[in-house]
């Protein structure tokens, strides 16, 4: 069991008000709230060693490279990579897919094939889109059903010689579902395409272990796991890693330039060009430790106490339809009260202290297939309490009173 009370006074943001009342935060599917020693890791770089890596002899760019590569070491461990050097930093998510996207433009022809899922986020869909468009290449996507799961058997026929790649969410953002990707990741190998995973809702909730997947490709972003923005993680098998091309050109990622020819740098450096950020990449190790201090399997043990309460709580509201009720799923409701437009919910229970996100969640094909223009969706975190749902559930009933 965790100790809620100690967990929340780790988080000095959950003491504050907002609008007059006490901050309800259920917007952890966009961006998680951040521990004392976080913040306080960031601020100490910055005090003490900060310095641009790889590059200075000097002792505080000896003392930042590292500390950079002692993060790239435990996130290595983390995710349960091989190599420390086929663990790439970025800027997020949104960085790895466009790294991996872009380096397929060498590798794709006319009449190739891109399987995506039709729960994916924008992220996993529009990077693809503009790869096809260069190429050639056609995509074709893994449709879901009502209940927000993928249709497996309709991935089954989807597959062939033709496939390339698969990228699909471990976790879908908008409705909470977890996908099926081990078995994916077998299907896809077994006609010998390559795979990538969208870990960005995944790694909050659960410990990614790479090497069991046997997935060519997994990222996400250090800010939903507690990190700093700006920050994320492509894992990419070695083989593939040496494959791909460079997403960037421009200082650190190269062995030798010259005006007739320039020669890349060995792995990681080759997909790391320029500047980083250094506190963010080091402080993004801080996070992972904090959370692995709680315990993966005690996080996903209390959120899952978390959405039953939370689902059965809603449940009691006249007129509300929870969307994605998927059998397996993580700490997401999504959900519509008949007759009324979700912003104007989201607008009213922020006058509360609560914050949700309402809309279509950058997930606007999951929209379209249900058919509405968004819905609200309050994610929960392991920092999180019944307590508070019980303050937003009452806060929904208001609004829908003021509403009908």
Not at 7 to 29: C, E, H, S
């Given at each position: 069991m965790l100790?809620?009370?100690?967990?929340?006074?780790?988080?000095?943001?959950?003491?504050?008000?907002?609008?007059?009342?006490?901050?309800?935060?259920?917007?952890?599917?966009?961006?998680?709230?951040?521990?004392?020693?976080?913040?306080?890791?960031?601020?100490?770089?910055?005090?003490?060693?900060?310095?641009?890596?790889?590059r200075g002899v000097h002792t505080l760019s000896q003392l930042a490279t590292d500390a950079y590569e002692v993060s790239r070491g435990k996130i290595q461990s983390h995710i349960n990579a091989k190599f420390p050097y086929e663990v790439i930093f970025t800027s997020g998510t949104t960085h790895g897919i466009n790294a991996v996207a872009n380096g397929f433009t060498s590798i794709l022809k006319e009449g190739d094939e891109v399987l995506v899922s039709a729960l994916e986020h924008h992220s996993n869909i529009v990077p693809w889109q503009m790869l096809c468009e260069k190429t050639g290449a056609i995509l074709k996507v893994i449709p879901m059903n009502t209940e927000g799961e993928l249709i497996v058997s309709e991935f089954d026929k989807l597959l062939s010689e033709k496939t390339k790649i698969v990228t699909v969410n471990h976790i879908s953002n908008a409705l909470g579902t977890l996908n099926p990707v081990k078995y994916i990741i077998d299907k896809a190998h077994q006609v010998g395409a390559a795979i990538l995973i969208d870990g960005a809702q995944a790694v909050p909730h659960l410990k990614p272990d790479v090497q069991d997947l046997d997935c060519d490709f997994y990222v996400f972003s250090g800010h939903k796991i507690c990190g700093p923005t700006g920050t994320g993680i492509l894992y990419g098998k070695e083989e593939?890693?040496?494959?791909?091309?460079?997403?960037?050109?421009?200082?650190?990622?190269?062995?030798?330039?010259?005006?007739?020819?320039?020669?890349?740098?060995?792995?990681?450096?080759?997909?790391?060009?320029?500047?980083?950020?250094?506190?963010?990449?080091?402080?993004?190790?801080?996070?992972?430790?904090?959370?692995?201090?709680?315990?993966?399997?005690?996080?996903?043990?209390?959120?899952?106490?978390?959405?039953?309460?939370?689902?059965?709580?809603l449940l009691e509201i006249d007129g509300l339809k929870i969307y994605g009720t998927a059998k397996e799923k993580t700490s997401v409701i999504s959900f519509n009260i008949e007759g009324i437009h979700p912003y104007d919910i989201g607008t009213i229970i922020d006058k509360l202290g609560i914050a949700v996100r309402t809309g279509h969640h950058c997930a606007q094909p999951i929209m379209d297939f249900y058919k509405i223009p968004g819905t609200i969706r309050a994610s929960f975190a392991f920092y999180n309490s019944k307590e508070e749902i019980d303050i937003f559930v009452e806060a929904v009933k208001k609004a829908q009173m003021m509403l009908s």
């Open positions: 100790d809620i009370n100690k967990i929340r006074a780790d988080f000095p943001i959950l003491t504050q008000k907002v609008n007059g009342k006490p901050l309800v935060y259920f917007d952890n599917g966009a961006t998680s709230q951040k521990p004392k020693v976080v913040i306080d890791a960031i601020t100490k770089y910055y005090e003490e060693i900060n310095a641009n890596i790889h593939w890693l040496r494959k791909l091309p460079p997403y960037q050109g421009g200082g650190e990622m190269i062995a030798t330039v010259s005006f007739e020819k320039t020669t890349y740098a060995d792995l990681p450096h080759k997909f790391e060009a320029g500047t980083p950020n250094i506190a963010g990449g080091i402080v993004l190790g801080t996070a992972i430790d904090y959370l692995n201090e709680i315990g993966f399997e005690n996080i996903a043990a209390y959120e899952h106490e978390l959405l039953e309460y939370g689902t059965k709580r």
